[in-house]
T-cell receptor, first 117, second 114 residues
Framework: GAVVSQHPSRVICKSGTSVKIECRSL??????MFWYRQFPKQSLMLMATSNEGSKATYEQGVEKDKFLINHASLTLSTLTVTSAHPEDSSFYIC?????????????FGPGTRLTVL | GENVEQHPSTLSVQEGDSAVIKCTYS??????FPWYKQELGKRPQLIIDIRSNVGEKKDQRIAVTLNKTAKHFSLHITETQPEDSAVYFCAAGSSGAGSYQLTFGKGTKLSVIP
């Protein structure tokens, strides 16, 4: 089946630093990748949609200058949290949509737990 | 945009009983309805999905029904087992040309009591 990896799984950083999270589709090409944020005991909040080779589309209320997304290839998208602050602490999950037969299905990465001190 | 409501938020059932989770959606253009299971600290996993050209789909102990007219769809789990305990999310989206995204419900925490 389709596998999505995410790295790192956990990161702790100091306030003011930047953190990069990678999302990779391992065995399929992903034309579209999605970045979600999930607070404890809450649902998945879509932050942005990225298509390979083009600029990401951000959801309302998500600062594009703070959450930089790069979808450089059909298997890799990165999310950089710039100048992180404690309120950015959260669980960030990416998902990838296959360009193949099952084009509707999103496959999720294992998530990245970000803690900003 | 799409709005997905999910009920109940929590559900406890005895092992062996059935569990039903219901979702409603607002956008009649939505034509794809997946269900995800998320265990604590893990990624959401697709367990079943249904497209708008089908009214019901079954996979062993789980089934999903879709009522396009009423804009609601439901997940049914029969003969529940402790390992079914997790948070379940429904979602609605539209596939095809143009933009694509899923809108998720707020989730249902299912607890199966042994």
């Amino acid at each position: 089946g389709a596998v999505v990896s995410q790295h790192p799984s956990r990161v702790i950083c100091k306030s003011g630093t930047s953190v990069k999270i990678e999302c990779r589709s391992l065995d399929f090409q992903a034309t579209t990748m999605f970045w979600y944020r999930q607070f404890p005991k809450q649902s998945l909040m879509l932050m942005a949609t990225s298509n390979e080779g083009s600029k990401a589309t951000y959801e309302q209320g998500v600062e594009k200058d703070k959450f930089l997304i790069n979808h450089a290839s059909l298997t890799l998208s990165t999310l950089t949290v710039t100048s992180a602050h404690p309120e950015d602490s959260s669980f960030y999950i990416c998902s990838a949509k296959s360009a193949g037969r099952y084009t509707d299905t999103q496959y999720f990465g294992p998530g990245t737990r970000l803690t900003v001190l | 945009g799409e709005n997905v409501e999910q009920h109940p938020s929590t559900l406890s059932v005895q092992e062996g009983d059935s569990a039903v989770i219901k979702c409603t959606y607002s956008d009649s253009a939505s034509n794809y309805f997946p269900w995800y299971k998320q265990e604590l600290g893990k990624r959401p996993q697709l367990i079943i999905d249904i497209r708008s050209n089908v009214g019901e789909k079954k996979d062993q102990r789980i089934a999903v029904t879709l009522n396009k007219t009423a804009k609601h769809f439901s997940l049914h789990i029969t003969e529940t087992q402790p390992e079914d305990s997790a948070v379940y999310f429904c979602a609605a989206g539209s596939s095809g040309a143009g933009s694509y995204q899923l809108t998720f419900g707020k989730g249902t925490k299912l607890s199966v009591i042994p």
